[in-house]
């Protein structure tokens, strides 16, 4: 009984922790709460930021362009579309001006098929199968250029965040790529079907340019929503040799949190 009178106590500190926090939050945003006799707005910090973290999440719509992704398309029951990929999302900015950020950012996503021959079956009739991946990795540094303002200073020790400010940037980095396909495969030298793992990856020069909007949450926290295009390719290797550079471009539809610090 001891045991579980401690954790219950435990457990009602901790819920008054968090409603103390929720109600001094919410005091603070309240109009006429500050301490100069209600002179402070609602929803304002002590300074503006002077940097931020970015957290996101969404798809990338991958141009798959190159005569690889054809080739997929002919041989195997794969789409162009089963490229795109679910994206995540980490960066941090500097504060240079009122309205310009260094970005520094890393993002990662990747698109699986399960797929197999259209034209082909083994003695059996059973489908020749085999897994096609393409990851890619970029990391960039980009600036970031605020169309209008993020915020405005009222009086001499408030902030006040926009309710939404609207962005645009640009920037370059160098993205890692893998394409992968690892099953089952014909020899059309002799139609014997064996199994591998054929894999072509490496570092490549990338640019990108976006625009988005950063949602006021609350002082601290914004919502983010952006679109982002990427332009780079690459020269396959290993087996993949004999192709056109791979196509990496593509296009970023993702949202988010921003962290003001």
């Known amino acids: ?93 500097w504060n240079l001006s009122e309205r310009v950020d260094l970005v520094l950012g890393l993002e990662y996503g990747r698109a699986t098929k399960r797929s197999e021959y259209r034209d082909f079956v083994d003695q059996d009739d059973i489908p020749i199968v085999q897994d096609t991946r393409l990851t890619q990795v970029p990391l ?32 370059g980095g160098a993205t890692w790529y893998r394409l992968e396909q690892e099953g089952e495969f014909i020899d059309f030298r002799d139609l014997v079907i064996f199994e591998d793992v054929f894999v ?3 570092w490549t020069i990338a640019s990108h340019v976006f625009a988005g909007v950063d949602l006021k949450l609350s002082s601290s926290i914004g919502l983010v929503l952006e679109g982002r295009y990427q332009f780079a390719s690459h020269d396959l290797s290993g087996s993949f040799i004999g192709f056109d550079p791979i196509d990496l471009n593509g296009l970023r539809l993702m949202a988010g949190v921003s962290f003001k610090l």
């Open 140 to 171: 960039t540094l980009s600036v970031r250029f605020y169309l209008t303002p993020r915020g405005r200073s009222v009086g001499q020790y408030a902030w006040v965040p926009s309710t939404a400010a609207v962005y645009v940037g640009g920037g």
């Open 1 to 93: 009984m001891h045991r579980y009178y401690l954790a219950s106590k435990r457990c009602v500190c901790i819920v008054g922790m968090v409603f103390s926090l929720f109600v001094g939050d919410t005091v603070l945003a309240m109009p006429g709460s500050g301490s100069d006799g209600g002179q402070a707005p609602a929803g304002f910090r002590f300074s503006s930021p002077g940097s931020s973290l970015g957290l996101r999440g969404g798809f990338t719509l991958n141009r798959a362009g190159s005569d690889i992704y054809d080739f997929f398309i002919d041989q195997f029951t794969i789409e162009r579309s089963d490229f795109n990929a679910p994206t995540f999302a980490i960066d941090y900015g």
């Open 200 to 202: 072509s990856d490496g």
